[in-house]
């Protein structure tokens, strides 16, 4: 009998073993202590690789195979609990060493607030970078109730550091009054409720240019994503999320990385909202790593 | 330390703390004694403004906040339990009690046998009172299994005191056959499996004219309510029932009362039905209240 | 007080209780021994018929009454648990003798393997027959790890036995690359993603054909049925299931058996899935059977 | 291939197929509309049914089997919702006409109010008749916020019929001040907290008279019974009720007609409290019946 | 219709109106932001409230009613969601006020730290208070993972306050080796695994002092609390908690404050944790609040 | 950045990252294809690694930490879904190779019938071997309604082949009439209801002789387990099965190997039972790996 390396169990499905020979790396940021209402999202990553052993490894929309992408499934960051800064401080610094080493990162939240250091590193590296964001929610606040590491800035922080022009937002269905206003006034871009056609008209002015994609689950009605923590009906469906995922892949742009966040497994008892991610990253890592 | 008044913790976000200046008062009608299926939206109101803390104040489709509008959060009307008849006539005399003061009614169900006293009450004030019914199934029984008091019969009642021709029903998909008859017969207007189009035609003929509005959540796919008491596959998506609460708001109906029933939480470990509630509870205080 | 025969207790609403008299029989077929992802599909039937209370004996779909259709509920066929071969063996012969005496098959899995006999058994009396499949699933494997018996098999032993190019799928979104390969080859049709447009465009081809339809209800959406083994999103809604349904039954195709498979109950806490099966069944049952 | 009856699927295993024949006969009693916090003992009784699959025949307690006790599963008395006046009657009349049979009443609720019309029709019967009741409630109000047919008056109205003196609580751990004061004036036995030890002491008082027994399943703690209205904790382990049901069993008391009730199947997601009720079903057939 | 006052919807059973006239206050610190294993406990004050409904105001067991007590139910204190450190001095210029106001402060976790600035509040009224502390952990860690504000280091927070032999655990079956060895050293008292029989043995010791009582929910045995963030078989009884209080209300110590932490509602789908924290509480009300 | 070998998430806290040094190995067998009742224990192994990071390393009841014992989790075995011969067949080939290289080989299932093979390869090494079960069912059929490969059967199997004087059965409180008379003719040891103390009588007995453990989580109380196939009242407590776990840990005789089987996750979401599984494989391993 033969063990020639430890068991690596919860992985997601086909990573591939090897760190150096690999172009992508998924890795997990179990944070969740900005959140506002409903926390969990911590246990996100580890439930959707868990789940990913009941996926394909083949993809009809791209015709493609998970073998054509070396990507290498890092785990978790070990995060403090209960210190935003620290968490955000160890997150950058690990992106740094990512670009650094030539990867290309393919973050699972944890809450939104994660994005944040991933753009701040990314943004060093490519300081023409736009973002592309997705979510229910505008998550453009100075604060949240004096704090301003929150998981509901994240946006804001971002259009801070690499302009407001530079940011794309799409499906959203929910904000203060005065985020929107302020969007409108910066010319930052806000498609309300809809993502798949804003995106089409979108993708062509960015062409060539670098661009990191921020998806948050939470822009998929309920009924697609129960398992979320501050879930908004009115949402798109798992089909146009898909599509855009498939239109972004079509598309000129040059995907950089990426996150998908805010998966909360526990309240979703029938693992839907973890198996439509563990989907969702598989046609990420097909249709945007080979972009680089 | 001052504490001026007693704690009140759970009560629909924004909510006025002022009975006498408020315009609107929402209250919860917590009785499910009748219901033939699966009981529990007793529990319902509750929980809709407990996770009403999730929402936002503001809505993008409106652009309106909550504090634009004065609405009162009354709690829950006690009613004595396994009591249909004397439950009806204490929510009868509630409503009257509310009319005389010259407040907007918003009631949260609660089975579907409460909009019953609710219509009685308005159609005292409302003689010309057309209904907007949204809903899986018809409710036009003469009574259920010998009961007449049923949560089966509630728009039958109500067709029967107003006149069927007064009554307008939407997104219909399941009842007796006798039921789908009568209400051909009396020249009572069903839209069978659609909401939006059939309410766009029907509005402009009921221009001027005020209209109580009842909404059972199960008019919902199970998809974005499965917290409910009879789930029936091929309803409309959250989308469609937000769209059609903007339609109301758009048109030339003068809406007098409204509400919402059959949010059973007990079935939704996931909370979306609750939160889909809220957030409808937004929207039709937002875009119905100032009609008045 | 009298009790003429035993009680019946969990039968589908409306079922017939004679079997020499019924056109159709209703049976469950609870075996799931061989998913390779999350078991429980055989309480499948016992929790369809259980919610069938819920349902109207009414489609105003299709303008028909339950009572129109005899249909027999023989309950479930005693599997042995773990033998997947004598599983097989006794779903055959039990076909076998419901074609004998000249009933239409209307089964509930259980895992999609037990189509497998069902489907041998009508071949021998039809030898003409066209097989409609929808599923988000190929199911094309020649087995699995190994196992030629494998719920991940059926439509491949389907396809070998009657011809590939007698088997239609529909709405399939998973699979391995050669098992779409394959089809393509052997000019099997199969419709990626969709269900009710295609299958318009191939019923006239099939006018006049018997054909047994079997539905893996993982061709919904997981929003629409969460519980189930395999969920996989970008599905279809129940709607367009629905309408698929009615599609074939009013097309000029014969039906001459059918299945519904795949339902597991503990996944979905809120008993949509298992809501929704009742439905679909009875549709099946009101639109299909009088086709014989 | 024959069915000579209807499939009768969801009964008490190894229950007698022949009413005439039989000593006793289990019935459910699916009635909710009265209780004052959580509904959904109306699916009790078929839960238990469906659940009881998983138990075996054999009393290694008892060291006796289920065939040795012919008992007919007659299914749930059909009872209008909504209406307790209504259904009781039903349930009197429907326990006269067992006892006219001479059968052994085997009730399952529902909620607890059931119980009173089956003392009424046994009272009549055995005017002797002691009532045995173990429950983590006193039941003793003259009425619930004015209702007097509510649950929680079940053991009042009893002791009203029968004598307080006659009436002998265990395990009561939950009740008003007024209530335990009324039965110390009263004479009637209330033994707090606990169930096994005082049972033994008064079991020899009542050797030879009838008893009817109506055991609340939240006299087990929430740890042993979850599923049910109103958890209390601090409550008996199912070890001490089987032991409970045992000391019974072995004395000299002629137990004449029982029940179990408040089982709500929603509560308990892993249905431990069916299963448990379904044990506690087999035990009570098993000991009591022949006692007759 | 009269409204005097906001409705005050969830408060808990019986609360009294007038904060001035009261002699507790009862409110809830709604902070899990530092939790290792599962987070959630930030929603168990609500739910506490919201199930005390199910209470009886009586305790058979103290023989009290909870009009008896005047105390009031503040609601929540507002804490800021991420950051530990505001959300200590908060709490405890909350509590600083509360005993200045000649309150006795009864709390509602929350994760275990909350404790922590309330001891330090407390502490400066009484400088020769001891502290009693039931709990599944020991919580004696300097940090974790380099954190000091952790639920893991309150009990060492509060040893190295008030003096480690003015600290006595119960019921203690967790912890590191090396927090087990600190207690010893220092003279720190733990009971392990038990905590009635131990507990009855100290409280003679501490007769006459202000005590301190804190209980972390997860001293319950998992089977009676599966509502916490990390649950730990091999815990004690809900009966056995009970007489614990109740041992403590009999005895000859002053508890000047208390507070019970940890409940996570939703990793129990049945709410039994949230029902026994609500009794618990009504326990402690009873039992504890006169000794002042 | 540096990642010298594969992220190796999922495995058991503190299990050692080499075969070859290793004491003990740690296997999951994720097999439930022969379970008559409720499927699902496949799912076991991996939930209960994923919760031990929720476990402290160092046991208070043993003074022993993890560290000290070296032992290797070599993942799950891949078993061929629905095929009971050959995934047994691959089991004992692989306790075959453990016990090659010397190891104690320690097992986590998945259905009971994964013992067999174990059972089966440790008897070859260990012919005066005896085999303590805790289980609440005699699993001494020979078969299961004619399937001789059923988790029913395993027990019976290893009587067959070690002798039934070599099998001491505890806490048995379900089986047939037949099994239970079979036993007392062999003289195979079982104690009805009770482990600890019948535990503490027989383990003198077996002093010096090799012993195989095998425990059957539903040997617990539902209360305590309700995570598992098919669920049982009246069982023991998980503060007796730890005590029965240390009792073997201090007694003279020699455990070779040991398994815990039939935790399935599904049916338990406030995920107590893998917890608690996830202690009792510490106390296993601290208290029984040294004894080899």
């Not at 068991?7 to 890795?27: D, R």
């Not at 892949?249 to 439509?276: F, H, M, R, W």
Request: aromatic share 10%.
């Amino acid at each position: 009998m033969r063990f020639d390396e430890a068991y690596s169990g919860n992985v997601f499905i086909k990573s591939h073993p090897n760190y150096e020979e690999s172009e992508a790396v998924l890795y997990g940021m179990p944070m969740d202590w900005t959140v506002s209402f409903r926390p969990g999202s911590r246990f996100g990553p580890a439930r959707i690789r868990e789940v990913s052993i009941g996926l394909e490894e083949y993809s009809p929309y791209l015709d493609r195979e998970l073998e054509e992408v070396k990507f290498f499934d890092a785990g978790d960051i070990p995060l403090p609990f209960g210190n935003p800064q620290k968490s955000i401080d160890i997150i950058e610094s690990y992106i740094d060493g990512l670009l650094e080493d030539g990867k290309f990162p393919l973050g699972m939240g944890g809450e939104h607030l994660v994005s944040w250091p991933v753009i701040k590193a990314m943004y060093k590296k490519y300081p023409d970078m736009a973002v592309i964001h997705m979510d229910a929610h505008t998550d453009l606040r100075e604060d949240y109730e004096g704090e301003p590491l929150s998981h509901a800035a994240i946006i804001r922080k971002a259009a801070d550091l690499i302009g407001p022009k530079n940011v794309y937002s799409f499906g959203i269905r929910s904000g203060l009054k005065e985020e929107f206003e302020w969007a409108k006034e910066q010319g930052m871009h806000i498609s309300k409720f809809e993502v798949l056609e804003p995106l089409k008209e979108v993708l062509p002015k960015l062409a060539g240019r670098p661009v990191y994609v921020t998806i948050d689950i939470d822009v998929l009605d309920p009924a697609h994503a129960p398992g979320t923590g501050t879930v908004d009906c009115g949402g798109i469906t798992s089909k146009e999320l898909l599509a855009s995922i498939h239109a972004i892949a079509g598309s000129d742009i040059k995907v950089v990385g990426c996150d998908l966040v805010e998966v909360a497994p526990v309240y979703d008892p029938s693992e839907q909202t973890a198996n439509t991610a563990s989907k969702l990253i598989r046609e990420m890592i097909l249709g945007w790593v080979q972009k680089k």
